[in-house]
């Protein structure tokens, strides 16, 4: 009986050392994760920079050209990036660098895109629509407005621009005591930083309005 108390003492000891190993593993496993997602996101940012580096072969290279903007822009000539295959009523022109990019809803609704920047990689939202109306008192109406609005396009749209973060920031910044509507709300505070600008919210007639918002990486 002894010998057999001795045992069981000594399964139990090496039971518990067992889950103190276990246990640890699993929180250098936990530690490991998240040093390989900082990894990741770090060298995202850093990789932002070659992205909008790399120009369109199929565009006319006028980054030498005065005429065309800045000659020293670090970013590429702007391109297209709503995908035509899911809005096929969409169409691109570019002006001094700068690109201008129409999207025009089956319900008549129309998102008008500004695509620019040389320091910074920036993108403006302006939807002109009659399914929502514009009240520019209410922070939270608003941001559930763009949520709405962004939704729409964020599986169609192809830039260093995440929507479905932007989105997410968006759910937080209108439950934030003191948000206010033209204001800086931060999406990432990394080196190369991310934020995102309520340009404005207003009525153009009784039964349209708009709604813009410009999201901007940088400075590059």
């Known amino acids: 009986m002894i010998t057999f108390g001795a045992n069981l003492r000594g399964r139990d000891k090496l039971s518990v050392n067992m889950n103190r190993v276990y246990f640890l593993i699993a929180i250098l496993i936990i530690l490991f994760m998240k040093c390989l997602n900082s990894m990741a996101n770090d060298s995202g940012k850093q990789n932002l920079i070659a992205y909008v580096n790399a120009g369109d072969t199929n565009l006319p290279d006028t980054s030498n050209n005065s005429e065309t903007g800045n000659d020293d822009c670090v970013r590429s000539i702007p391109i297209p990036i709503i995908d035509k295959t899911k809005f096929p009523n969409e169409e691109f022109t570019l002006e001094d660098r700068i690109?201008?990019?129409t999207v025009r809803f089956n319900n008549g609704d129309i998102l008008?895109?500004?695509?620019?920047?040389?320091?910074?990689?920036?993108?403006?939202?302006?939807f002109e629509t009659s399914e929502l109306m514009a009240d520019s008192t209410n922070i939270k109406k608003t941001c559930e407005a763009f949520?709405?609005?962004l939704g729409k396009i964020k599986d169609a749209q192809?830039?260093?621009?995440?929507?479905?973060?932007?989105?997410?920031i968006l759910k937080?910044?209108?439950?934030?005591?003191?948000?206010?509507l033209y204001?800086?709300?931060?999406?990432?505070?990394?080196?190369?930083?991310?934020?995102?600008?309520?340009?404005q919210v207003r009525?153009?007639?009784?039964?349209?309005?708009?709604?813009e918002i410009e999201i901007s990486i940088g400075p590059l």
């Open 99 to 101: 690109g201008y990019e």
């Open 112 to 126: 008008k895109i500004r695509n620019e920047g040389c320091e910074s990689y920036s993108i403006s939202f302006c």
């Open 147 to 149: 949520i709405q609005l």
């Open 158 to 168: 192809n830039s260093v621009i995440d929507l479905n973060k932007t989105i997410s």
């Open 172 to 180: 937080t910044y209108k439950r934030t005591p003191g948000a206010k």
């Open 183 to 199: 204001s800086e709300i931060i999406i990432d505070d990394a080196e190369i930083g991310e934020s995102a600008w309520i340009v």
């Open 203 to 211: 009525k153009v007639s009784q039964k349209k309005s708009v709604f």
